[in-house]
């Protein structure tokens, strides 16, 4: 009989969270779950949510604490702090990426990783506009990772605020998903 880890409880709840756009229970369960564990999705999502509460000072302190833990991730969890940040574009991570990675999977998930964190960070600056673009092609994206998902969540809050201020209509943002999905770097269909 299997029993599941302390931190798999908290980390699902903070996901699921992140999801239904609850940052507050997002926080509480990602600090929760990586009180005893390293969790590389898990440490970004509460970090965003918390700076999404105004709690920035905790959501650095906590960020900085993540990037001494994660030492033996190959940079991964590093770009994506940096993404956050928004010390990186992500045409500039792809590149590297492209550069570096053989497996095609490994580049489909971080695609969208990458085009998610991008996003995340820009909706979280109310950037909305801006913030449309990498979310949209983060769920575009052909890889596995769990990130579409929450940027699925994402742009659907971009696309309700973007509405809501009036900024594009349905159609408008109908068209500008043409327009950004012809004009991506990649040529892959939605699987």
């Given amino acids: 009989m299997s029993t599941c880890p302390s931190w798999a409880d908290p980390a699902t709840s903070c996901l699921n969270a992140y999801i239904k756009r609850e940052y507050a229970v997002c926080a509480s369960a990602g600090q929760a779950a990586l ?19 105004g709690r920035t000072a905790e959501a650095e302190d906590l960020g ?17 702090m940096r993404l956050i940040d928004g ?15 053989d497996d095609t999977s ?17 909706l979280t600056d109310g950037k909305l ?7 949209l092609l983060a769920t575009w994206a052909d890889g596995a990772a769990l990130e579409r998902e929450l940027a699925n969540a994402d742009l659907r ?25 012809a004009e991506r770097p990649s040529s892959r269909t939605k699987r």
């Fill in 35 to 53: 009180a005893t564990n390293f969790l590389p999705t898990v440490g970004p999502v509460t970090i965003l949510a918390l700076h999404r509460l």
């Fill in 64 to 80: 900085n604490k993540l990037l001494l833990r994660s030492f033996g991730m190959n940079g991964t969890f590093l770009m994506q």
């Fill in 106 to 122: 490994t580049k489909r998930d971080n695609e969208c990783e990458i085009y998610f964190y991008c996003g995340a960070k820009l």
């Fill in 157 to 181: 809050t971009v696309r309700e605020r973007l509405l809501a201020a009036g900024e594009f209509s349905v159609d408008g943002i109908d068209r500008e998903v043409e327009r950004i999905l």
């Fill in 129 to 135: 506009t801006q913030a449309f673009r990498p979310l």
């Fill in 87 to 101: 010390d990186l574009e992500p045409e500039q991570c792809l590149q590297n990426q492209n550069d570096s990675v």
